[in-house]
T-cell receptor
Framework: GENVEQHPSTLSVQEGDSAVIKCTYSDSASNYFPWYKQELGKRPQLIID?????GEKKDQRIAVTLNKTAKHFSLHITETQPEDSAVYFC????????????????FGQGTILTVHP | EPEVTQTPSHQVTQMGQEVILRCVPISNHLYFYWYRQILGQKVEFLVSFYNNEISEKSEIFDDQFSVERPDGSNFTLKIRSTKLEDSAMYFC????????????FGEGSWLTVV
């Protein structure tokens, strides 16, 4: 089955700096890669996702890059703010035989991001 | 914005007891899921459900677990005989079949087995 490795496990940055979190996956058939932000005791919330037909996607201060050949993808947060502090999870999945569901997400171990004011 | 809702938010149960966790997925969604997260660990897939049957399940989802959609709105996870290691946050999630399949998570049900 799919295995997703995520690094680093903790990341501490100063407000305004950039943060980069990296994930690798094992299943070359995986074609959907979401990133979730989870605050303490809360639900995982989707912040950005990328599908395998795209190499990069950006949404304001957040961007994700995908290298299918190397089987890794990264989350980039620019101009970090204290409210960005949370646990970030990457995940990977593939569509089912009918090509209609990305439901079985395999998550990475998570990165605790701390942004210091 | 529509949300996945879950009840209860927290339940404490004795080892060996049966527990039912309830979820109301987003109304136009067709795929439903249960995930769990043991404290301090990553989120793990348990089961997916579509068209009134399980479409996929993980090795965690053994005979102690079952899912059901008893009516048009609720989706339940039953643990027949709880064990200490079942203590975790259980997240229900749902997704639309055709339009991007973004998976939306509920707030979770924190289960403590004592």
């Amino acid at each position: 089955g799919e295995n997703v490795e995520q690094h680093p496990s903790t990341l501490s940055v100063q407000e305004g700096d950039s943060a980069v979190i990296k994930c690798t996956y094992s299943d070359s058939a995986s074609n959907y890669f979401p990133w979730y932000k989870q605050e303490l005791g809360k639900r995982p919330q989707l912040i950005i996702d990328i599908r395998s037909n795209v190499g990069e996607k950006k949404d304001q201060r957040i961007a994700v890059t995908l290298n299918k050949t190397a089987k890794h993808f990264s989350l980039h947060i620019t101009e970090t703010q204290p409210e960005d502090s949370a646990v970030y999870f990457c995940a990977a999945s593939r569509s089912n035989a009918g090509g209609t569901s990305y439901g079985k997400l395999t998550f990475g171990q998570g990165t605790i991001l701390t942004v210091h004011p | 914005e529509p949300e996945v809702t879950q009840t209860p938010s927290h339940q404490v149960t004795q080892m060996g007891q049966e527990v039912i966790l309830r979820c109301v997925p987003i109304s136009n969604h067709l795929y439903f899921y249960w995930y769990r997260q043991i404290l301090g660990q990553k989120v793990e897939f348990l089961v997916s459900f579509y068209n009134n049957e399980i479409s996929e399940k993980s090795e965690i989802f053994d005979d102690q677990f079952s899912v059901e959609r008893p009516d048009g709105s609720n989706f339940t996870l039953k643990i027949r005989s709880t064990k200490l290691e079942d203590s975790a946050m259980y997240f229900c999630a749902s997704s639309v079949q055709y339009s991007g399949n973004t998976i939306y998570f509920g707030e979770g049900s924190w289960l403590t087995v004592v």
